[in-house]
């Protein structure tokens, strides 16, 4: 079976995990410190914290925006069911706005249509988090131009989109939002086992998102002898750590920071294999009636997914035939996303089926075909090769 994504370990990633067992530290070192500064550089942002999955970074994002009971989030209904229990954890609620038919992705028109809705009505959303469908960002500008016009806050879901670009500059930059969250799960773009981290230029921000994942405990500062919380002399003993808010432990280990910071020297090299095959597959699928990924002009996709959409009027086979007839040749094939407001869980919210058409409409007739950078051309010839002799 050829899967649709797999992780890619090198010697040197290995050493750099035997490294940290040997050491004394195999979490709070400085593996962890140090990938963070990495990824931080590699992305162009102040600062950078590393947890235990991407689901933990949108959790502590969303804390640290202040998100909370009688508040709202808004997200796409094309992404993995993380990108909205995020809201849920807060306590807040979800709401969702309808892709673009073209990159999948938040539509700015549907964004910008309901949040005029929803100024009239006295119901904006506190925080909107664009996800990064496949690796190819969202539009950014007109999102963050939005944001500044109605007030809410933008966290980038980016657990796709490490190594892209938007506009010539790295996504997790974050100079459009307030917050960008990676995924370093095995099928994503690089990987540390699990893992996750936020990414913010905002110092006070940053600060914050970083205590939140160890449980809100913070070294108190003992250069600022005149703030008033150090006025007892015990208060200035080495032992002393101090919670300041309720926070998690969502820490990532030193063995995954390693494997993370291992993994980062190789992300271009990563993504430009990704980039090379997706071009492959444009032009091995032109003749075939299927629609490949549009590209958006201002975006430079990381390409994590490749995701086809089956033109059904020109076939008699279903989607739910051809992806087993793929399955049954060997194709790892999958499906991304079944829309979230269609879960049994979001239906007991009130969400229906029919509530974001072009959601449900893309997922109808979407086949994710096996991309990773380790996948050789070979590989992906069966691919096209079994894909042609189904629809033909
Ligand atoms: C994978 C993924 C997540 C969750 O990542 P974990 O690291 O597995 O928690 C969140 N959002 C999107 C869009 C993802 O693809």
Not at 56 to 77: Q, S
Not at 234 to 253: F, S
Not at 274 to 302: F, G, I, M
Not at 335 to 357: C, E, K
Request: hydrophobic share 40%; net charge negative; charged share 20%.
């Amino acid at each position: 079976m050829i899967p649709y994504g797999r992780q890619d370990i090198s010697a040197e990633d290995i050493d750099a995990v035997a490294q940290v067992l040997r050491s004394d530290w195999l979490t709070q070192g400085q593996a962890g410190p140090r990938f963070e500064q990495a990824m931080a550089d590699y992305c162009g942002a102040r600062s950078a914290a590393a947890v235990s999955n991407a689901t933990a970074a949108l959790h502590i994002a969303c804390l640290a925006l202040d998100l909370g009971p009688g508040d709202t989030l808004w997200t796409v209904p094309n992404t993995f069911v993380a990108s909205a229990n995020c809201a849920l954890y807060c306590g807040a609620s979800v709401d969702f706005v309808d892709i673009d038919p073209r990159t999948y992705n938040m539509s700015v028109a549907a964004l910008s249509e309901r949040l005029a809705q929803a100024s009239a009505r006295g119901k904006l959303p506190k925080i909107v988090v664009p996800v990064h469908f496949a690796g190819q960002s969202c539009e950014m500008t007109e999102i963050r131009a939005l944001g500044d016009r109605y007030g809410f806050r933008v966290i980038e879901d980016a657990s796709h989109a490490v190594g892209g670009d938007y506009l010539g500059r790295k996504i997790g930059s974050g100079h459009l939002s307030d917050v960008v969250v990676f995924s370093f799960h095995p099928v994503k773009i690089i990987t540390t086992g699990e893992g996750g981290m936020t990414l913010a230029n905002d110092p006070k921000l940053a600060e914050r998102l970083a205590y939140l994942r160890t449980h809100g405990i913070v070294r108190p500062v003992w250069s600022d002898p005149a703030d008033a919380r150090y006025s007892n002399e015990d208060r200035y003993g080495p032992w002393m750590y101090e919670q300041i808010e309720l926070g998690l432990n969502y820490r990532m280990t030193d063995i995954q920071a390693a494997l993370g910071a291992s993994q980062l020297g190789r992300l271009d090299a990563f993504v430009a294999r990704r980039r090379e095959l997706a071009a492959r597959y444009d032009a091995l699928l032109a003749k075939l009636p299927v629609t490949c990924p549009w590209q958006h002009p201002d975006t430079n996709s990381a390409w994590h997914l490749y995701v086809i959409r089956l033109r059904r009027n020109e076939m008699t086979l279903t989607r739910r035939q051809v992806f087993e007839a793929l399955r049954a040749a060997g194709i790892g094939v999958n499906v991304h996303y079944i829309p979230v407001h269609t879960q049994p869980y979001y239906q007991r919210l009130g969400f229906s089926i029919g509530m974001f058409p072009e959601a449900e409409s893309y997922y109808q007739d979407a086949i994710t075909l096996p991309l990773f950078s380790k996948m050789t051309d070979s590989e992906q010839d069966a691919v096209v090769a079994a894909l042609t002799k189904i629809l033909s």
